[in-house]
C-alpha cells in the first residue's frame, strides 16, 4: 500500500469518527416529558418547593409537550453544533421577562437568583450559575415567532373551555329527560352562542419621533462613517473625498436648536441636508470601485441599503413638495417601523406594528398583526370564521366599532345570524329606539373589556413600548404579551375555582354537623 493511500486511509477514519461523534451530539433532542414534579426539584439548602406558588401552578397550565413539537422545527436537520436549550426553557424565559418587565441580562439574573423561575424553566435543582447566556433571549424569540406563542395562547384558552363544556355535560346528564328534550327541540335556535369583541390598537416601537430633517442627518453621518472605512485601506495612495461634514454639522445644529422654524426656512434646510446625502452616496460608489463593499459589516451594509431608499424616498417627497410616500421609512435602525395614524388625543400618530385582537370570556387573541396600517373593519369576517374553528358555532352577537359596520359586513352577520353591535339600517319606530338605546348601552359596557386589555397590556407588560429591535422578534413580544395576560386570568380562574370547592366542603360539612 503506497503512501498516498494510507494517507487516505486516516483521513476516511477520522471523517468516520467525526459523524459517529456528531451523531451523539445533536441539535435539538426532544424530551419525553417537560413537566418535572416540585418533589422532585432538589434544593441543596433543603427544604422543598411551595405547590400553591404562581410559577408553580403556570409551569402546570402550559402545554410544554405541545410547544416543543412546534419547536423543533425550526431546527435545521444538521447535526452539527452543540445541543439547543429545551422548549421549556427558551418559553419559559421570555414569559418571565415579560411578567416582570425585565430586561434580557436582568431575567438570567433573576432566574439565576430565584429556585422557582429556575423550576419553572423546567432545571431540575437550584444551581448558581447562569443557566444560558443572555444573548440567547434574541434567539429564543427567533426560534418561536408568533406563530408558536399565538397556538400555546390557543391551547390555553380553548382548555378552560373544554373543562367548562365538560362540567355543563354533566350538569346535563344529572337534569331530567323534559329539560334535555326541549334544549334539543331548541338547539336551532341557540346555535349561536357567545359574544366577540373586536378591537385594534397600535404597539408603538422605542424609537426618537421621526422628522425628514433628523433621519437626513442621521443619514449623512452614517455615509460618513461608511466612507472612512472603505477609505482605509486606500490610505496614502489615494486623497480622501470631501465631505464637508463640519459645514453639514453646523448647518443642522443652527436649525436644529431653533423653536420656531417657518416652513420656508425647515424646506431650505432640508433641500441642504439633501444634497449632502446624495454627495455622500456618489463618493462611497466611487470608492466601491477602487475598494469593496465586503469591508463592510453586515449591519454597515444594511444602512447603506436603507439609507439610498431613504434618500429615494425624501427626494420624491421634496420634489412633490408632500410628507406622505408609500411604506415610508421612519428609522434607519428599524426600517421595518411605519407611521400608524389613530387620530388620538395624546398623539395622532404613532410608530409600530398594528393589533387587531378579539376578546371572548376574558381571554384575549391576535387575529392579526402587521406594520402597515390597515382597516380592522376588514378583519371581521377572519375573526369570525376562527372563532367557529375554536368553538365549533358562530357567535350570538359581536361588538365593535363602527368602523366594522360595513355593507359586507352587515350582511355577512345577517346571512349567519349574528348580532353586529350599532343601530340599525334605517328609521326606528319609538318602541325600537328605546330598546336600541339600551341594547347599546350595554354592549359599551361589555366593549369596554378590549379596552381594558389594551390598558392593562400597555400599563403593565410592555405593549405601551417595544424595546426589540428586529421584526419578527418584535412579533413575538406582542404576542407573548397576550398570551402573558391570558395565562394570568387563567392563574385567577384556578384560584377562583379552588376558594369555590373550598367554601362548598366547608358548608357540606356544617350542614353534617348540624
Known sequence: MSFLSNIKCKDFTKKFV????????????????????????????????????????LAEIIPWWKAEEKYAKSFKNSMKGEQALSVRVALGS????????????????QI???PYLQYFIGL??????????????????????????????????????????????????????????????DFDTKENRGKLILDATCAPADI?????????????????????VLHKPLKGTRKKPRTYRNRARKEYLSIAKQRNICSK??????????????RNLEIVQQLTLESSLSLLSKHEYRQLLVIQELYRQQKEMYRAKTH?????????????????VRGKAKANVEFGSKVAISVVNGYAMVEHLSWDNFNEGLTLQKSVENYRKRYGYYPEAVLADKIYRTRDNL??????????????????????????????????????EVEGKFGTGKRSYGLGLIQVCLEKTSETVVCLQFLVMNLERRLKVLLCNFFRERIQRLISQMTFCM
Open 18 to 57: 467525526k459523524t459517529l461523534h456528531l451523531e451523539v451530539i445533536k441539535m435539538f433532542q426532544k424530551s419525553q416529558n417537560q413537566l418535572t414534579f416540585v418533589d422532585d426539584f432538589f434544593l441543596p439548602f433543603g427544604g422543598r418547593l411551595n405547590k400553591d406558588n404562581r410559577w408553580v401552578r
Open 94 to 109: 421570555l414569559i418571565i421577562q415579560q411578567r416582570l418587565g425585565l430586561s434580557d441580562r436582568e431575567t438570567v439574573n
Open 112 to 114: 439565576m437568583e430565584n
Open 124 to 185: 431540575p435543582s437550584f444551581q448558581e450559575k447562569a443557566p444560558f447566556h443572555h444573548s440567547l433571549m434574541t434567539r429564543f424569540r427567533k426560534r418561536l415567532g408568533p406563530d408558536i406563542i399565538n397556538e400555546v395562547n390557543e391551547w390555553i384558552v380553548m382548555e378552560e373551555q373544554i373543562q367548562t363544556d365538560d362540567q355543563d355535560n354533566d350538569e346535563g346528564n344529572d337534569s331530567s329527560i323534559n329539560k334535555t328534550q326541549t334544549d334539543n327541540n
Open 208 to 228: 426618537s419621533y421621526p422628522t425628514d430633517f433628523k433621519l437626513l442627518n442621521e443619514a449623512r453621518e452614517k455615509l460618513e462613517h461608511i466612507i472612512d
Open 265 to 278: 426656512k425647515m424646506r431650505k434646510a432640508v433641500g441642504k441636508q439633501l444634497r449632502y446625502v446624495k
Open 324 to 340: 406622505r410616500i408609500d411604506d415610508r421609512i421612519v428609522s434607519i435602525s428599524q426600517p421595518h417601523v411605519r407611521p400608524i
Open 411 to 448: 350582511k355577512y352577520c345577517k346571512e349567519r345570524g349574528i348580532r353586529l353591535s350599532g343601530p340599525r339600517l334605517g328609521r326606528p319606530s319609538k318602541e325600537e329606539d328605546y330598546i336600541q338605546k339600551q341594547l347599546t348601552k350595554i354592549d359599551a359596557s361589555e366593549r369596554n
